[in-house]
């Protein structure tokens, strides 16, 4: 099992930067892929980054790809995502995911444990 905290969001403005941390708990960190999703106001809650249990592989959603990167420290059990170029759309919370299990990274219930979410807002 593994606990999820986010940390590093706040307010910015368009055109700014963010990055965001992800610490996680337990000796088995390393076992897990792991996924940045984002939630905005009475939207569904969709995917952004993923990065592979030795970052061998990352994906990104075609809304984030070229200005947000994702990256993982396996000896401090933290997974981050640096956030280029925002913009008002990117206004959301965000949350980072733990999954042992495969399939398409962007499914939401492919994913087991879930932190709490960090508020990101851009301002125009």
């Known amino acids: 099992q593994v606990q999820l905290v986010e940390s590093g969001g706040g307010l910015v403005q368009a055109g700014g930067s963010l990055r965001l941390s992800c610490a996680a708990s337990?000796?088995?960190?390393?076992?897990?892929?792991m996924g940045w999703f984002r939630q905005a106001p009475g939207k569904e809650r969709e995917f952004a980054a993923f990065?592979?249990?030795?970052?061998?592989?990352?994906s990104y959603a075609g809304s984030v790809k070229g200005r947000f990167t994702v990256s993982r420290d396996n000896a401090k059990n933290a997974v981050y995502l640096q956030m280029n170029n925002l913009r008002p759309e990117d206004t959301a919370v965000y949350y980072c995911?733990?999954?042992?299990?495969?399939?398409?990274?962007?499914?939401?219930?492919?994913?087991?444990?879930w932190g709490q979410g960090t508020q990101v807002t851009v301002s125009s």
């Open positions: 337990g000796r088995t960190f390393s076992s897990y892929a």
């Open positions: 995911a733990a999954r042992t299990a495969a399939g398409r990274v962007s499914e939401r219930n492919t994913y087991n444990y």
């Open positions: 990065i592979s249990r030795d970052a061998g592989s990352t």
